[in-house]
């Protein structure tokens, strides 16, 4: 049996996992809420490159930007929405992701494009999610036939969206490598990394690079490592970008096994990241999660965290989902079979993790954030 929050599903068994923390009333502000996106839409500045203050002075000529009350180095634009969207005799459906982006407006790039039966460059049409919902209103810059035989370039100009922020990889100051999309509690992995005075540090789960730049930006060297090589070139695509290179390496390996197969790696801090049931990433057009999918993700995870604990004094653990068993589970079981203690951290704008006084949770409906866990293990 699966409960259904417009579109956001769990299963009863987690339903009832997560009745032992939160009231029905506060499960369903928090999926509904996963539902759009934030009001605040963060960047992360690249302060290797350029001050905060100038940024932000730089971008406030073209949209309102704010700097952010306790990272020095985030400033965040006015998500506007939601508006009507126009109807049109066609449509482009999207991939998931693809419509998720597009739903706070973003163009539509071919490879996000799953059909468009009868499009026409010039075509007024919807985008809509594979499930039907339409997120925006735009112009096809392409034959339907293009989009999906070629799968590159701009495929729908988007002229209105549910919700709307700026379009900012278009800008000169993105180019340029002034600043990194990042949302504001993934911010503080790097921070706290910088807290605990680290000087290398090995991120086992890097792509897209988000928190590897962040810590080379802060003067940490980065070992960051992916299975995938079109994931680690993306690493290296944004370092680049960034002008960070020169304190990240990637290497292309399955992380879960970077101590056997690098028997002289160490790091100061070990970072990770790992898949995890998402459930905490916003807007989220529809998604659904199991009990069953969680037990397997959190047993997966839990190999990541044994190889960090074998690499580094520290473990800094984080994930963008909501669930027991993926975030304080996995902290209480690294306690238990590791010797790894939460430590105290300080995080602005959370709530005391779910018997786990040390672990902290960004929750949608305590503050307008993504859901996020963050934990610091010790041994």
């Avoid at 449509?91 to 992701?97: G, P, W």
């Avoid at 690079?209 to 994931?231: E, Y």
């Avoid at 105290?344 to 409906?365: D, S």
Wanted: proline fraction near 6%.
């Amino acid at each position: 049996m699966w409960i259904d929050f417009e579109g956001i599903k769990i299963d009863k068994e987690l339903y009832n996992e997560f009745l032992q923390y939160l009231s029905d009333k506060e499960i369903e502000e928090i999926f509904l809420a996963i539902k759009r996106p934030p009001y605040r839409y963060y960047i992360r500045v690249n302060t290797a490159r350029i001050a905060a203050e100038e940024l932000a002075e730089r971008l406030s000529r073209r949209f309102p930007v704010y700097r952010d009350e306790y990272l020095e180095e985030a400033l965040w634009i006015p998500v506007r929405g939601p508006f009507e969207v126009p109807s049109a005799a066609r449509a482009v459906v999207a991939e998931k992701r693809a419509a998720e982006s597009v739903y706070v407006g973003s163009d539509l790039y071919a490879p996000g494009v799953l059909k468009a039966p009868g499009v026409k460059k010039g075509d007024e049409v919807n985008v809509v999610s594979p499930d039907g919902q339409i997120v925006a209103y735009g112009v096809a810059e392409m034959d339907g036939f293009d989009m999906v035989k070629y799968r590159r370039g701009l495929a729908v100009r988007t002229l209105r969206s549910v919700y709307e922020a700026p379009k900012l990889r278009g800008l000169e100051e993105f180019a340029m490598g002034y600043f990194y999309d990042q949302s504001m509690p993934a911010m503080w992995a790097g921070r706290l990394a910088a807290a605990l005075g680290a000087r290398r540090a090995v991120d086992l789960n890097a792509s897209p690079g988000g928190k590897t730049t962040h810590m080379a930006q802060l003067s940490i060297h980065v070992i960051a490592f992916d299975r995938s090589r079109p994931k680690a070139e993306r690493i290296l695509e944004n370092a680049r970008r960034l002008g960070l290179e020169h304190l990240i390496d990637v290497l292309i390996h399955d992380s879960r096994y970077i101590d056997r197969d690098y028997p002289l790696l160490k790091g100061d801090v070990a970072l990770v990241d790992p898949p995890c049931s998402d459930l905490g990433v916003r807007p989220k057009l529809s998604h659904a999660v199991s009990m069953k999918d969680v037990q397997t993700l959190a047993r997966y995870q839990r190999q990541f965290i044994a190889t960090a604990a074998r690499l580094a004094r520290y473990v800094i653990y984080s994930t963008c989902t909501l669930t027991f068993l993926e975030n304080e589970g996995n902290v209480l079981w690294a306690s238990e079979e590791l010797g790894l203690r939460a430590m105290p951290i300080y995080v602005p704008r959370t709530v005391e993790g779910w018997r786990c006084a040390n672990c902290r949770r960004f929750m949608p409906n305590a503050f307008d954030a993504p859901g996020f866990f963050l934990a610091a293990l010790g041994q």
